[in-house]
């Protein structure tokens, strides 16, 4: 699990530092692994989630990952055993 993690971070971070002329492809596959990711802690969830809003902000991806990645947090978020982490609905 930790593996994952640390991948998910790598991913998160390489997205972060990429500057105007990187290889589209490769972004776009960090960004697949990423909102492919199921969040197993609040630290992933929380990029998971900054990465989705990212693209809905701009009109969302046309093969609706962000949309699908908000869904498995908001999954993680009720599968906590933590009152004030689970949704009302």
């Not at 990212?54 to 009152?83: F, K, T």
């Amino acid at each position: 699990m930790v593996a994952r993690v640390q991948m998910i971070e790598a991913a998160f971070a390489a997205r972060q530092t990429a500057v105007e002329g990187d290889d589209d492809d490769h972004l776009d596959r960090l960004e697949k692994i990423i909102l492919k990711h199921r969040p197993i802690g609040p630290e992933d969830a929380g990029m998971v989630l900054a990465t989705a809003l990212e693209n809905l902000r701009y009109g969302g991806r046309s093969d609706e990952l962000d949309v699908r990645a908000v869904e498995r947090v908001i999954q993680w978020i009720e599968s906590q055993d933590v009152a004030p982490l689970r949704l009302v609905g």
